[in-house]
């Protein structure tokens, strides 16, 4: 991701406060101006992504400024950063037609998680306005789930989400695996705050006080991650997570719940709060008797509707087929991903997903597949049916 801001203050102090305020990798200063006519040359030339103007006591031409971006260019966001954020000037920025608007910063990394959700929440409404019927005005809550340890769950939600919030969808990223989660590792970040100090400071909690509790990535997805020491799992009660999963629904479009590989209290929470189970699972037969034992616990739950299986490390063996696995579970195979363990250990080390650091692998154009059909809101084909066209494909043209 590469955001290009551009500067806009009378005050060369103000200019130079914002620049100290700037530090990220994404977040790049095209360059910065005054305000009036010099500015709306700047902003033709440069066409930043972002304009970030200071807006003072009386300050009408500063909002003048801002109206006419926001009217004439919509594709360019308008950040106010007021120097006294009281309820005066918000009404005349909202009248201005801006709602970005944000008390100076003090902090760079707290500025750049606000520049970065500016970017995708703008970005997000300007795609909407430019398809002509609504997007689907509801919420998908994913758990991923699977039998046993290592078949990489954290993989496909990690890059799940992102794959994802690369396609414009507000994504919310939870890792339940409370006594080892590792997503903060697939991502390459080092959580402020955790689920642990979300449960334990907020005990009413609304949509702004669980976001003040996560880290936002690069990509845009905002992760809540495991508590930092496996004790302080106990912490977090199913109920606490009840809670949560339908609050984050009402503002994400994708809820993706990461899971630790059993059936605890909380894991059986989020199954039952979602409306889709990625049931991971693998080509080896100790693997899939504890899939086909889990797969009838989720029976006895009535949570069987939503199992989507995924085979993960599909590999062409002799020894266990794709249709011996789902005669083995017992439900059909939904998507098979395949094995590279360069790309999968490479992309864990350097804590950046393979959909982003290699996107043009297999295994990353499986789960672009995977995303593509998630936001269709269509089914899958099953694994099986596709494999069956393609022989019956294969067979004629034998014939031939
Ligand atoms: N399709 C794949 N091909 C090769 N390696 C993979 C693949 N998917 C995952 N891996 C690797 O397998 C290991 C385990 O993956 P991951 O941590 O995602 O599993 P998990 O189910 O979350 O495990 P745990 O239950 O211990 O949290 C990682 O090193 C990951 O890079
Ligand atoms: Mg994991």
């Given at each position: 991701m590469r955001i290009n801001v551009l500067l806009i203050s009378k005050m060369e102090r103000n200019i130079g406060a914002l620049k100290s305020m700037i530090d990220d990798e994404d977040i790049f200063v095209l360059g910065d101006s005054p305000g009036g006519s010099a500015a709306l040359d700047k902003i033709e030339n440069t066409s930043p992504d972002i304009i970030i103007m200071t807006l003072g006591a009386g300050d009408t031409d500063v909002l003048n400024l801002a109206e006419r971006i926001i009217l004439h260019r919509p594709r360019t966001f308008v950040i106010l950063a007021?120097?006294?954020?009281?309820?005066?000037?918000?009404?005349?920025?909202?009248?201005?037609?801006?709602?970005?608007?944000?008390?100076?910063?003090?902090s760079p990394k707290e500025f750049a998680e606000y520049i970065k959700s500016v970017y995708h929440n703008e970005s997000i409404r300007i795609k909407s306005l430019s398809q002509k019927e609504s997007l689907l005005w509801s919420s998908t809550v994913i758990t991923v789930f699977g039998a046993k340890g290592g078949l990489g769950k954290s993989t496909i939600s990690a890059n799940l989400a992102v794959k994802l919030a690369e396609k414009h969808k507000k994504v919310a990223l939870i890792d339940l695996d409370l006594q080892f989660g590792d997503l903060h590792i697939f991502l390459d970040i080092e959580p402020k705050d955790t689920i642990t100090e979300l449960v334990q400071d907020v005990i009413t909690p609304n949509i702004d006080s669980v976001r003040s509790y996560m880290a936002v990535h690069s990509s845009g997805v905002h992760v809540l991650c495991a508590p930092k020491s496996p004790e302080y799992a106990e912490l977090v009660s199913a109920e606490k997570i009840q809670s949560l999963l339908s609050l984050l629904r009402t503002y994400y479009d994708y809820v993706i719940v990461d899971t630790a590989p059993s059936f605890s209290e909380v894991t059986m929470t989020a199954i039952e709060s979602s409306s889709i189970i990625f049931f991971v699972t693998g080509l080896d037969i100790s693997i899939l008797r504890n899939s086909k034992l889990s797969v009838s616990i989720l029976e006895s739950l009535q949570q069987t509707e939503k199992i989507r299986v995924i085979v993960n490390r599909a590999v062409d063996m002799h020894s266990i087929t794709i249709n011996d696995v789902q005669k083995?579970?017992?439900?059909?195979?939904?998507?098979?991903?395949?094995?590279?363990?360069?790309?999968?250990?490479?992309?864990?080390?350097?804590?950046?997903?393979?959909?982003?650091?290699?996107p043009g692998s297999k295994i990353s154009q499986s789960i672009s597949g995977l995303v593509d059909i998630l936001i269709s809101g269509g089914t899958n084909k099953t694994v099986l049916e596709k494999e069956k066209k393609v022989n019956r494909k294969i067979s004629l043209f034998k014939k031939k």
């Open positions: 007021a120097e006294n954020l009281d309820v005066e000037t918000m009404q005349s920025a909202v009248n201005a037609g801006c709602h970005n608007i944000t008390e100076f910063p003090k083995i579970i017992g439900y059909p195979i939904w998507a098979k991903l395949p094995s590279d363990y360069k790309v999968a250990v490479n992309a864990l080390n350097r804590g950046v997903p393979f959909v982003v650091g290699a």
